[in-house]
């Protein structure tokens, strides 16, 4: 009985060992990477998921992908959450290359697209089988960047009187573009709606957006996250 004990406290010793060793090899190739650093510091309870989620991927590489698609909207999420407070350079670097990599899977034959600017609609979208992997970090990192400027040193949201005109300006410009059809962005969720000019629209909205003068452009951004 007591070699059986013995043995046991052995096997059990060796489980959590391996299971730290596991999880502190996670840990350390996540680490390599800026955006994982600052959730570590900001936002613990994604990083301590994404660690997790990090080992089953290490033990089966074929849910690479899968990883790569649950990271992405964890951090998006995250980062969606912060832009409010985020600084002037770090919202308008995020939302430049929101819109190159929109444009990227606005040549996708599906709703990728759309599923990028809605991910709450219809989940979010294959990032990891249409963007390249140098492409992922770089906007991980500036969602990171978001992440960090908004605990570090949050910028106030802005007066919603400052930003009305130039609100009314895009919605404006829109409508005479699109007509009605510009509605559709309100609709989203819509099983009917036509995803792909929804994705056409958001785009166009955005780029008139980042028109604006940069201190413009970054306050709308934050003030529209207060929108319901």
Known sequence: MKW???????????AVGAYWYEGYRAESALLEQPVYRVLR???????????????????????????????????????????????????????????????KLQKAPDDTCFRYWFPLVSGPPDVAKYIEPAAQAH??????EVIRTAAE???????????????????NETYEQYGSDAQMIAHADDPQVDRAKVCTITLSVYDRIMGLQPADSSALIRSMTQIR
Request: glycine content about 4%; cysteine-free; hydrophobic content about 50%.
């Open 41 to 103: 510091k900001h936002e613990p309870a994604v990083y301590d998921k994404l660690v997790a989620e990090y080992k089953t991927f290490q033990r089966d590489e074929s849910s690479r992908d899968a990883f790569i698609n649950l990271a992405n909207s964890e951090i998006n999420l995250a980062a969606t959450q912060s832009l409010a407070h985020a600084s002037q350079g770090a919202v308008l670097a995020l939302v430049q290359d929101m819109l190159v990599t929109a444009r």
């Open 139 to 144: 906007t991980l990192d500036l969602m990171g």
């Open 153 to 171: 040193a949050p910028v106030p949201l802005p007066d919603p009187e400052t930003v009305k005109d130039n609100l009314a300006k895009v919605i």
């Open 4 to 14: 059986v004990v013995i043995i046991l406290v052995v096997v059990v010793v060796g």
